[in-house]
C-alpha cells in the first residue's frame, strides 16, 4: 500500500460525523501511512496551510478566506437549527422562525472566529435584529454546554443533534435560512497524492451521510477488514 505522511486539521468549533468517518475509512484504505491530526481555530488552520504545517483543514465558509496560495472545497452544506435549553418556551414549538429569536440571549464563537461570527450576525440581521450575546464559548461542546445550563441559545449545524443527550433540543429553521458550508481546503501547490486520496473519501462519506440530511443516528459506511500485518 501507498506509504507516506498526511497532516490532517479540525476545529472543535464544529462537529461533522462525515469528517471522523473520512478518517477512520482513511486509516483503513492506507494502513501504511502516517496520518496526523491537529485541532486548530480556522484561522490557525489557513495559517497552518501557508507555512505549509498541515495538508488539508476542514472549516466552515471556507470561500470567506480568500487566499490565492488556497484551494476551498464545499463539502457538504448542512441544514441550520437552534439550540435551546429541553425547558426553554420555545422548545415546545417544532418549527421556529428566525425573528422567534429576536430577544434570546445567544451562545456565540469567540470574537478570534471573526468570520464565523459575522456571518451569525448577519443572519440574524436579515431577520431584522441584532443578537444579544450573553457569553462566548471556544467549541461545539462549550457552547452547546452554555445551552444546556440555560445560559442562552446557540445556532448549530444539524450535525450537532448528536449532543441532544446533553439536556438539549434543536429544533430547525426555514428552508430559505443559509446552510452551514463546510470547506475543505488545501494549498494551491501541494503536489502529494494523498491529499486528493483523503479528499475522495471525504466527498465519500459526505454523499453518504445524505449531504446534512441524514438521519440520526449517523451511521458510517462499513469498513473493509484491515490488510494482514506481515
Not at 498526511?6 to 461533522?16: E, P
Not at 443559509?178 to 481546503?185: C, D, R, T
Request: overall charge positive; glycine content about 6%; hydrophobic content about 45%.
Amino acid at each position: 500500500g501507498e506509504a507516506g505522511r498526511l497532516s490532517l486539521a479540525y476545529s472543535a468549533a464544529i462537529f461533522d460525523p462525515a469528517f471522523s468517518s473520512a478518517v477512520r475509512l482513511f486509516r483503513h484504505r492506507f494502513p501504511l501511512v502516517d496520518l496526523a491530526m491537529r485541532e486548530l481555530s480556522f484561522s490557525g488552520q489557513l495559517q497552518a496551510l501557508l507555512d505549509s504545517q498541515i495538508d488539508v483543514g476542514y472549516i466552515v465558509f471556507g470561500s470567506l478566506y480568500t487566499q490565492e496560495e488556497i484551494v476551498s472545497e464545499c463539502i457538504r452544506r448542512v441544514a441550520t437549527c437552534i439550540a435551546l435549553p429541553r425547558d426553554h418556551p420555545l422548545a415546545k414549538r417544532k418549527h421556529l422562525l428566525l425573528r422567534d429569536l429576536a430577544n434570546e440571549p445567544f451562545i456565540f464563537p469567540r470574537r478570534s472566529m471573526s468570520t464565523f461570527r459575522a456571518w451569525l450576525i448577519d443572519l440574524c440581521r436579515s431577520a431584522g435584529f441584532t443578537p444579544k450575546i450573553a457569553q462566548e464559548g471556544d467549541n461545539a461542546m462549550g457552547i452547546l454546554g452554555l445551552v444546556a445550563s440555560g445560559v442562552g441559545v446557540a445556532f448549530t449545524p444539524e450535525t450537532g443533534r448528536i449532543f441532544q443527550a446533553m439536556g438539549i433540543e434543536f429544533r430547525p429553521l426555514p428552508a430559505d435560512v443559509p446552510k452551514f458550508e463546510l470547506h475543505a481546503v488545501r494549498r494551491r501547490d501541494n503536489t502529494s497524492t494523498l491529499v486528493p486520496a483523503f479528499l475522495k473519501i471525504l466527498r465519500e462519506s459526505a454523499q453518504s451521510s445524505g449531504n446534512g440530511k441524514h438521519q440520526l443516528p449517523f451511521t458510517a459506511p462499513a469498513l473493509p477488514p484491515l490488510p494482514p500485518r506481515i
